[in-house]
């Protein structure tokens, strides 16, 4: 198969736009990609300069670009834009490199470059001496004599361009004198063995002929005839040549795998890049079955896809692969891969091979599906969030109704069913926490903690709890590294995480709990990751066990609230949530590697801050006759909040919305104000606003159902917010809040 037809394939079929461009910038060659891509018919780009097509704004890098390649350089990238039939503009990235003769072969990114080259060999018509005479190919007669000697009779004026010899006058003479380096290749003995029919015809491939330098190639075609004589006809490939050369140059330029085959579906050409993406050398491909080199399965379940080889040899199309098509590598590794197939045709229609244009898109493809991961988490987490909050409100009256009753003279029996109510009420706003943590908007306190403190705690809670048939093992730095965030996110975190591990080994096994200090910009490769991190220094917080593993089938399911593969009341399904939850509200990230039966490894990564320990200040839950005003559309909320704070020594009024608020805070200024900030009619953050509009000097402590958090959290302490209770909280926790902001004015 000639390199000729697979530099016309690789045009014809090629994913991607190329072109063959003189000395002066003009189009010679153009593949119908550049249709497909730019929208400009091929007749309309041949001959064509190519800066007419350029931006007027990349002509320099293009121009030069094009230098460097002229000065020496061998391949060069660079980029520019391109105006498309229809008069917009798109980028190309561009791999030129120049071929011998001065021609610039250009690639552009996700395209194949080829050139078209069609030889095509005119008959000579007429008489035998005037085909000898005109030919082009060169022609030698010799015949094989009595006395074993094989002499030159005949030769034609083609002949000497391609030996450098008159060889008219060697008419009559031995090849071995005629031809002296004939002898070392033992070419007389061969010539005399095909002369007398004792071999068959043969061929010898691109001979370097000679003019002064070398600058051509033919081949030597030798046939048997009649009278014990051989006719060794001199053809020229210098075209097949050069087009196999800069089929070469460009397979060695494009940044896709390309693999041709031939009719029986044997591999007889490998791009570099092919080598590389299935991990055969094309010393070992050539000559074997594709399907031996290029193994393909589905990328989800592993079952073996049908070649494409068989495919396009039997139906003759055109034809792409569905894009959850893996690769399996020669050493067993996998590669998501985008791939074409293409039949190679001779001009009578005959398919005599297939060629295969295909690309890595594993990173593309792993980048889909954590975006669309991620989608769906925080989808979930908006849903999750919201019945929270909700659910908190209706807590906030229980707690606070149970708190008020229990102050009362009760006797026993109805002392002891309001400590029920309070403490069934505290696993509820333990369980919308996680829910609320999941969807980032939970409690979480900022301050500046050690990590690798934390983690010693949650270690020292494991030390005295996990079974004694698992062998727990810390390796933690013994320096601190300190981060701003909440260290109770964090420790329960690393609780839940080893909490998992245990379950995972019900019959012992090896839990180990490492931490690492590193430098990084991008979470290393892993079956499974959440989260995005910023470069910088980050803690490695990794759980590792020898336990049962995660099935590949839910491995991406894992961190979703109430999904759980443990049995009945075993487990809440939120451990894994509100590690997920800990790692985003911490601008961190989860990743996990799992194998069936082999066990699991889950890392925390999270940004070191360099920080102090803050101190806190413990004031007295008493007031002194201070005015408070409480806006919360929520009765339960106001009546429970407003009979705490009276009892406790405030003058208490309370709101329902925003225009009772504003006339109770013009009628009378308050000395603090509790505001929801989840109101209807004007929201907590505009009734802020105009609170502090009107007494600029006000304290206004913050209430909600979710987390203050993020931009808006920093806008409203800027703007002198007093302090934030998240609902629903005790009556001593609220005492304790406004006694710390009215102390703080």
């Not at 989800?300 to 495919?311: A, I, K, L, N």
């Not at 009556?731 to 703080?744: C, E, F, K, M, Y």
Request: include cysteine.
């Amino acid at each position: 198969m000639s390199g000729s037809n697979h530099l016309q394939l690789l045009f014809d079929h090629a994913l991607d736009p190329m072109c063959v461009v003189d000395r002066d910038g003009a189009f010679i060659l153009a593949n119908p990609a550049w249709t497909r891509v730019l929208g400009w018919p091929l007749e309309r780009l041949l001959g064509r300069p190519m800066l007419e097509l350029i931006h007027q704004d990349d002509h320099a890098a293009s121009l030069a670009a094009r230098a460097r390649l002229h000065s020496g350089e061998a391949m060069v990238a660079f980029e520019n834009r391109y105006c498309t039939c229809s008069g917009d503009w798109v980028w190309l990235s561009w791999n030129l490199s120049i071929s011998p003769d001065g021609q610039v072969i250009g690639v552009a990114r996700d395209i194949t470059e080829t050139k078209r080259l069609q030889q095509r060999v005119s008959s000579a018509e007429g008489s035998l001496d005037a085909v000898l005479a005109q030919a082009p190919m060169g022609l030698h007669l010799w015949e094989a004599r009595a006395d074993g000697q094989l002499v030159l009779v005949a030769a034609n004026p083609a002949a000497d361009r391609f030996t450098g010899i008159a060889t008219g006058r060697l008419i009559g003479k031995p090849i071995e004198e005629a031809f002296p380096d004939t002898v070392k290749h033992n070419l007389p003995a061969r010539y005399r063995a095909v002369a007398l029919g004792q071999a068959p015809p043969f061929r010898l491939d691109g001979i370097p002929y000679q003019d002064g330098r070398i600058d051509g190639f033919f081949d030597v075609w030798l046939f048997p005839v009649p009278e014990r004589r051989a006719a060794a006809f001199f053809i020229e490939v210098t075209p097949r040549l050069v087009a196999e050369r800069d089929l070469r140059i460009t397979l060695d330029s494009i940044g896709d795998g390309v693999i041709a085959s031939d009719a029986k579906g044997l591999v007889v050409r490998m791009n570099p890049v092919a080598q590389q993406l299935t991990g055969f050398s094309d010393r070992d491909a050539l000559g074997r079955p594709v399907d031996e080199i290029f193994r393909i399965v589905h990328a989800d379940t592993g079952h073996r896809v049908q070649s494409p080889v068989e495919r396009v040899l039997r139906e003759g199309n055109v034809i792409g692969l569905a894009n959850h098509t893996a690769l399996v590598r020669r050493d067993g590794s996998r590669l998501q891969i985008a791939d074409s197939g293409a039949p190679i045709r001779l001009p009578d229609g005959r398919i005599t091979g297939v060629v295969l244009v295909f690309r890595d898109v594993t990173q593309e493809y792993a980048l889909q599906r954590q975006l669309h991961h991620a989608r769906k988490m925080d989808a979930i987490g908006q849903l999750a969030g919201g019945i929270a909050h909700d659910f908190n409100n209706l807590l906030g009256g229980i707690m606070g109704g149970a708190d008020l009753l229990a102050r009362l003279p009760l006797d026993a029996r109805c002392l002891r069913w309001t400590e029920m109510i309070t403490a069934s009420a505290s696993r509820a706003a333990e369980l919308t926490q996680k829910l609320l943590a999941f969807g980032r908007k939970g409690q979480g306190q900022t301050v500046a903690f050690d990590v690798v403190a934390t983690v010693h705690q949650a270690a020292s809670i494991l030390e005295h709890t996990i079974d004694r048939l698992i062998d727990l093992r810390i390796e933690v730095p013994t320096t601190p590294l300190w981060m701003k965030g909440d260290p109770s996110q964090v420790q329960s975190a690393v609780l839940n995480l080893c909490i998992n591990a245990r379950d995972a080994m019900p019959s012992g096994g090896q839990l180990r709990i490492t931490m690492s200090q590193a430098e990084l910009s991008a979470l290393p490769p892993c079956r499974c990751s959440l989260g995005v991190i910023e470069a910088g220094t980050h803690v490695a917080i990794s759980v590792t066990d020898t336990g049962c593993g995660i099935s590949p089938d839910i491995l991406d399911r894992i961190f979703e609230p109430f999904f759980t593969t443990k049995g009945p009341g075993k487990g809440s399904g939120l451990g894994l949530a509100s590690v997920f939850a800990a790692a985003s509200g911490h601008a961190g990230a989860v990743t996990v590697d799992s194998e069936t039966g082999h066990g699991s490894v889950f890392t925390l990564y999270l940004p070191l801050r360099p920080a102090h320990p803050e101190d806190t200040r413990m004031i007295a839950p008493t007031g002194a006759g201070q005015r408070i005003l409480i806006i919360d559309d929520e009765p339960a909320i106001r009546e429970t909040v407003a009979a705490a704070l009276a009892d406790r020594g405030w003058v208490v009024e309370s709101a329902a919305d925003h225009i009772a608020a504003l006339s109770a805070s013009r009628r009378q200024r308050p000395d603090l104000v509790l505001l929801d900030l989840v109101m209807p009619g004007m929201s907590g953050v505009d009734l802020f606003a105009e609170l502090r509009r009107i007494h600029p000097d006000l304290r206004i402590l913050l209430m909600s159902g979710y987390n203050l958090h993020g931009a808006r959290a920093d806008g409203l302490f800027a703007s002198g917010a007093a302090g934030f209770l998240q609902k629903p909280f005790r009556s001593d926790d609220l005492a304790a809040a406004v006694a710390r902001a009215l102390a703080a004015g």
